[in-house]
């Protein structure tokens, strides 16, 4: 059977963590005097904390010291793992441990691809780690989606060609980079955001073993 290397964003395909980056983010935000919402949070998946930070402060038009924004940086990421300490099994989204397994059982070569320099705590968190042949974070990229690093690196790492690769995103930056990388692209959440990738759906639920075998197939 041929092999084809299946690599998986973290924050909002296996996990929706984005929930707990919002809070955080809300809180460091406000003490700031910034308002933030769930629409600016939407803008702030797939970014790097860095970034995310960057673009908190010019929504409030506010300029900090260097040292300031490590703190803040700091600050946001302690709030953000007290609420990924209490994360469990429960909350790996709907149909992902079906779509792992069935990989496994096809002897898959299986990556995670995420910005997150907390991945490895996660997947921890809800038990996933040894479901992964490869794990790239956003501790092994210098460049963040949408370059196609950190999905190039975990290519490399599975040993399969990137254009034998197929890549599970939320994000806008990573279906673009993805795209880049010259890897299928499938994007999870909906069409209106993610029409860039070549297949969208929903959530893994939408997503059939008939349809992962076609993907290994073809
Ligand atoms: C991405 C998330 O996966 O990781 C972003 O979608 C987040 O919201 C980024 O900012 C970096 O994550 P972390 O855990 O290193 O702050
Ligand atoms: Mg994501």
């Not at 919402?37 to 506010?62: A, F, M």
């Not at 092994?140 to 975990?154: G, M, Q, R, S």
């Amino acid at each position: 059977m041929t092999k084809k290397g299946f690599i998986f964003d973290l924050d909002g395909v296996i996990v929706d963590t984005a929930k707990y980056h919002f809070l955080a983010w809300k809180k460091l935000a406000n003490s700031l005097d910034i308002d933030f919402t769930e629409e600016e949070n939407e803008q702030l998946k797939g970014v790097s904390r860095v970034k995310s930070l960057e673009k908190i402060l010019s929504w409030g038009n506010k300029t900090i010291s260097e040292d300031q924004f490590k703190a803040l940086m700091a600050e946001k990421n302690e709030d953000y793992l007290n609420h990924i300490s209490k994360m469990d099994e429960d909350e790996i989204l709907p149909d992902v441990p079906r779509v792992l397994q069935l990989l496994k059982m096809k002897e898959q070569a299986i990556s995670l691809g995420s910005a997150s320099k907390n991945a490895r705590a996660i997947l921890d968190r809800v038990n996933l780690k040894a479901s992964f042949h490869a794990i790239v974070d956003g501790n092994d990229v210098t460049k963040a989606k949408p370059d196609p690093e950190v999905f190039l690196i975990a290519a490399k790492q599975l040993e399969v060609k990137p254009e034998d690769c197929i890549v599970f995103e939320d994000s806008v930056a990573g279906v673009e980079a993805a795209n880049v990388a010259n890897m299928i692209s499938i994007g999870i959440g909906s069409t209106d955001v993610l029409g860039h990738a070549k297949y969208v759906f929903k959530d893994f639920t939408e997503i059939s073993d008939e349809f992962i075998t076609s993907l290994i197939e073809n």
